[in-house]
């Protein structure tokens, strides 16, 4: 498996879809480790999502 400090970002399509999601959010209020929480949280939901439907 390739690491992916040797890829560019986004690495995937849950990450792409993590960050278009998170890009149309008010996250203004949030501290960079809450930032951290919701993105990681926002990614596992997705790659749950793409996990039942393939």
């Known amino acids: ?6 890829l560019n ?3 995937n399509r849950a990450t792409a879809l993590t960050m278009l999601y998170l890009n149309n959010q008010d996250l203004s209020e949030l501290t960079p480790a809450q930032l951290v929480e919701k993105y990681l949280e926002v990614l596992e ?4 999502e793409f996990k039942l439907n393939t």
């Open 45 to 48: 939901e997705i790659e749950q």
């Open 9 to 11: 970002f986004p690495y």
């Open 1 to 6: 498996m390739t690491s992916r400090a040797n």
